[in-house]
């Protein structure tokens, strides 16, 4: 771990100092212990502050968005982060040129707190990044995660009835603070279709019905897109078990389309935006 | 006096008739306050709820008033006032200061906002001190003690196996009439406490005062969501969007929760927003807290209860925040 951290202070500064990039992204240390968290620097000899170890949970590739057009910045890309930029690069929110990315094989952040693995590194599918410029650390090798739909289908073995009563639970948790949208690489829309007052899509009250609204319509939005980093499982102050409705979808496209993974590369179309004569129509 | 915890089963359930009593517990995973049903499930030892109890007071949405065409074309409007009386139990000394802020927001300075009045007035608060603190907690370096809320209507202090119970206001004494039958003659022995995350807020405000254009804030917000959880989580935070939804001829005007972190809080007729960005809003959020409050009502909006310290999702900390300003020279 250390030496991944020594190389990305090494690399930081000298990217920094030769103006290659205008600003990088890495972690730097929290007030307790263990904890990390997002750090950006622009002046190489503050590089000594960035931090690399088992508890950088904060997945950073979101952030290259939200900076974009600011000079070209570096950032840690492990395989959420690099499947994240390769999210924006398909969806054309960000350019290839804008980014340099420091790869890094990852074998799984912990939990400051209970020291276990999170459960978005568990059920993670792509440990070494799949984009980058330069590789910090030999890739990792990494056994596939188990059977990724073990919550959904146990959403779909219930009864009409008992699902009904699990999302209202579920939902009613739901406190409409969006982070799971903030963090989430796939939510680039200029204006959010929650932001959108005129229009009024989505009711300000806080309730079951609307609460239910915003977070199905959250799912179908990122619908192809999601690439499963789990950070939106993962922010939710309220706990809810997000991914098992992006997996849902994922399943579903998976039996009707065939196997498709997003973030995978930086082009297009994912399956939803696909037409082939060939797809399948059984609802019209 | 003292309330011996084999009787709190019974004096919740004897309360319960005349009132719905709020207990710490876990609903779903969630811990907030809920209404209390059975002693064992609360979990009153638990440092703090992940919810504040702020929505006992001011519900994340409230119906305001109904309005609408009746069945013979007149225009009719109906007041709602959902208040009840309610008892919190177990809240804790931050919350309990949270709510004298709220007070001071919703019935002072010539304002009176009549649906927390009408909540309020029926609120009866009994605080229990804090015997443990979590690593997030720093309500002592706020100018409160952990063990004691002097606002509180009742205040009970946890022993081994009682409490100790004090009634400090008048509201307070009139309802321990009721609580007789399960108090009993004693004292108990209470741990001495304090809290392990410390911040020096000497001479934060003055510097703040000075800091509107500081770098920090471009700085500090670059890694910030721009999500509500902080502002969500804070049992402080307290503003709010009015609305409305119409179905056919009837329509309901209500308000519910807003967070100054979100670009649409500021956002104008002709498009204009004086915070575009989350600097403006982060700031903000930072300046209302530690300053703006104290300006206008004395004392700062934050209660030092941690909840944003823990649940942000970027670990944006307010006590980091408040090193960083003693470390400035502005
Ligand atoms: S992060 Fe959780 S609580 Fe917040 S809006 Fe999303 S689902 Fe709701
Ligand atoms: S929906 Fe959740 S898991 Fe999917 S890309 Fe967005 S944040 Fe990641
Ligand atoms: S400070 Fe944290 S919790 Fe608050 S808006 Fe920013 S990311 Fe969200
Ligand atoms: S600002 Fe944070 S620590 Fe202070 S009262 Fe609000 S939630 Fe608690």
Known sequence: MSA?????????????ESGEVAEFIGWGKGRFENQTSPLFIKDPSRVDELVYNDYCVNTLGKYAYQMKGDGKIALCVRGCDARAINRMLSDKALNREDVYLL??????????????????????????????????????????????????????????????????????????????????????????????????????????????FFGLTRAFHVGDRCIECGECERVCPMGLPLMSLNRKLIKDMNTLFGEFEAGMGDEGPDVLRTYKLDDVEEFM | MILKKENVQNLLDELSKSALVFVPKEVDGVLKFAPFKSADEMTLDIINTTLPPKDLLFPQTQKMYRYGIDADGKMYVDPSDDSAEQVVFGIRTCDMQSIVCMDDVFLTKGFVDEFYQAKRDKLLTVAIGCNKVAETCFCDSMGLDPQN???????????????????????????????????????????????????????????????????????????????????????????????????????????????????????????????????????????????????????????????????CPVSVDITCLIDQIGEFDV
């Not at chain 1, 991944?4 to 920094?16: A, M, N, S, Y």
């Not at chain 1, 982070?179 to 680039?188: L, Q």
């Not at chain 2, 509107?212 to 709010?240: M, Q, R």
Request: aromatic fraction near 8%.
């Open chain 2, 149 to 311: 809320s002097p606002t509180a209507d009742i205040q009970l202090l946890e022993g081994d196996d009682a409490y100790s119970v004090v009634a400090q206001t008048e509201k307070g004494e009139k309802a321990l009439e009721s609580w007789k039958p399960f108090l009993s003659e004693g004292s108990v022995e209470v741990p001495k406490i304090e809290c392990a995350l410390k911040v020096d807020m000497t001479g934060v405000k003055d510097k703040l005062d000075r800091m509107f254009d500081h770098p920090i804030w471009e700085e500090l917000s670059a890694k910030c969501l721009a999500c509500g959880t902080c502002t969500y989580v804070c049992p402080t935070c307290h503003c709010f969007d009015i609305s409305q939804e119409n179905k056919m001829k009837d329509g309901v005007r209500f308000r519910c929760w807003d967070s100054c972190m979100f670009s649409e809080y500021t956002q104008m007729a002709g498009d204009h927003n004086p915070r575009p960005t989350k600097k403006e809003r982060l700031r903000n959020r930072f300046m209302h807290k530690l300053c703006f409050f104290e300006d206008r009502y004395g004392k700062t909006l934050c209660v030092g209860c941690g909840r944003c310290v823990e649940k």
């Open chain 1, 4 to 16: 991944i951290e020594d190389k990305i202070r090494i690399r930081t500064k000298e990217l920094l």
């Open chain 1, 103 to 212: 790869g890094i094989p990852c074998e799984g952040m912990r939990d400051r707190k209970t020291n276990e693995v999170l459960k978005k590194c568990q059920e993670c599918r792509h440990h070494n990044p799949v984009v980058y410029d330069e590789l910090l650390g030999e890739e990792v090798e990494f056994p596939l995660p188990e059977n990724r739909f073990v919550e959904v289908e146990a959403i779909e073995q219930m009864s009409t009835q008992e699902r009904a009563d699990y999302f209202d639970t579920v939902f009613s948790k739901c406190i409409r603070c969006y982070a799971c949208r903030d963090v989430c690489p796939c939510c680039t829309c200029n204006q959010c279709f929650v932001d959108q007052r005129e229009a009024d899509w989505q009711g300000k009250q806080s309730n079951i019905p609307e609460n239910r």
